[in-house]
């Protein structure tokens, strides 16, 4: 049987492995998409959110824990990229 500090770490590592994968996921996302596609929305350039992208992956890897403030910060600035540029693009199919 699992014990409770075991749990807690596993827990902790799929929690910090998912958030690397969105951020990753995120900025590989903003390589692969034109400029154009941000003219359209109001929101950051395409450089801009390179540099935040970018910033949040090397964050989370030199930082590993999923809690700490540049992680977070980093975890939503990925999630509100995906909801403003590619929640955008996809409705529009």
Known sequence: MFELGSLQSTIA???????????????????????????????????????ILGIAVVAHLVWWNPLSLLNLAGT???????????GSSSSSW
Request: proline share 0%; with cysteine; net charge positive.
């Open 13 to 51: 590592l799929l929690l910090t492995i998912v958030l690397f994968v969105v951020k990753a996921f995120a900025l590989g996302d903003c390589v692969a998409r034109s400029g154009g596609d941000f003219a359209g929305t109001d929101t950051l350039s395409k450089n801009a959110w390179l540099l």
């Open 76 to 86: 939503v600035a990925a999630l509100v990229y995906l909801a403003q540029i590619r």
